[in-house]
């Protein structure tokens, strides 16, 4: 998408009315760029964002005092480059922090089933990139399935589980499309599983 917008106008030396083709197409663009990530003239909520999208990747950049900065940085290389956000900030005596920015690729609360079958994440809880979760392995395996596959097998896994189970269910098995727990035993019923991927 691109926008055409003439700097040099109106001329001071131009009489108006030959500028007004130019100063038109520079009112067009205005509100056309204005629309990208806002909502535009006319509306309610005028100027406001709807969402934010960043031309990626981004190079780290340098910042004056007490700036701030979110862009997008790529991570790996070839075929597994991925892009994740960055931020970068300054505190008033110029010194510049820069650091990762993960957003939560995966959250989720259940309890399981005791058995083999389908669970259900609880509600009232943030549920987010869940396809499935199923209990199986007569009990003794959970495997969440993303609803979204992840850009990456090498991720972070915060979680709290019920002190029953806890430490006896871990998860073995990670990858883009999958966490799997499992136990040398039955994990019980109403078992509180609640954890979230970054």
């Excluded at 259900?120 to 969440?144: C, E, L």
Aim: charged share 5%.
């Amino acid at each position: 998408m691109s926008f055409s917008f003439n700097t040099g106008i109106p001329a001071t030396a131009d009489n108006p009315s030959n500028d007004q083709p130019i100063m038109q197409q520079n009112n067009v663009a205005t509100s056309g760029i204005l629309g990208v990530d806002h909502i535009t003239f006319n509306a309610n909520n005028g100027g406001t964002h709807t969402h934010v999208t960043f031309v990626a990747p981004q190079s780290t950049p340098g910042l004056s005092p007490s700036q701030s900065q979110i862009y997008p940085q790529t991570f790996n290389t070839g075929a597994s480059a991925y892009l994740e956000n960055y931020i970068s900030a300054t505190n008033p005596g110029g010194t510049q922090t820069n650091g990762y920015l993960p957003f939560v690729k995966c959250i989720t609360h259940f309890k399981s089933i005791g058995v083999n079958g389908p669970i259900t994440a609880d509600p009232g809880y943030i549920n987010a990139n869940i396809g499935s979760i199923v209990q199986s392995n007569g009990g003794k395996t959970i495997t969440v399935n993303f609803a979204t596959a992840l850009f990456s097998s090498v991720y972070y896994i915060f979680q709290t589980f019920d002190s029953i189970i806890s430490p006896s269910v871990t998860p073995v098995t990670t990858s883009t499309s999958s966490i799997i727990f499992a136990s040398g035993a039955i994990i019980p019923i109403n078992s509180v599983f609640s954890f979230m991927v970054i």
